[in-house]
């Protein structure tokens, strides 16, 4: 059933290359199947073309913290956390800073 997922979702992708939502989705869908690369390259596509999309900071960082990149984990919350400043969206900021500060309580 994941696989389908995922091929409904690329599919999708194929029809609006533009469509963040999908390109999220398909980044948590291949985090789910533990293919963290693409996972990685999901978000990173979706960070350079809506870096305004705030809600994929949090589950970047998270994935960073996964793969041990704490400091890369760091920068992301700080740069979800001004974005969700700019526009602004006072959840998400609540969730990057709770999630930043307890990442740094941890190292």
């Known amino acids: 059933m994941k ?9 999708m992708l194929k029809k609006d290359p533009e469509d963040s939502f999908v390109r999220y989705a398909i980044a948590k869908e291949y985090e789910s199947l533990s293919d963290y690369q693409a996972s990685l390259n999901h978000f990173l596509i979706l960070k350079m073309k809506d870096p305004n999309y705030v809600g994929m900071y949090y589950h970047l960082a998270k994935l960073y913290e ?11 919350y700080d740069e979800g956390i001004a974005v969700a400043k700019k526009i602004p969206d006072f959840h998400a900021l609540s969730e990057l800073n709770s999630a930043r500060l307890n990442l740094e309580m941890e190292i």
């Open 3 to 11: 696989d389908n997922r995922l091929e409904l979702l690329l599919d």
């Open 66 to 76: 996964k793969q041990e990149n704490l400091p890369l984990a760091i920068q992301t």
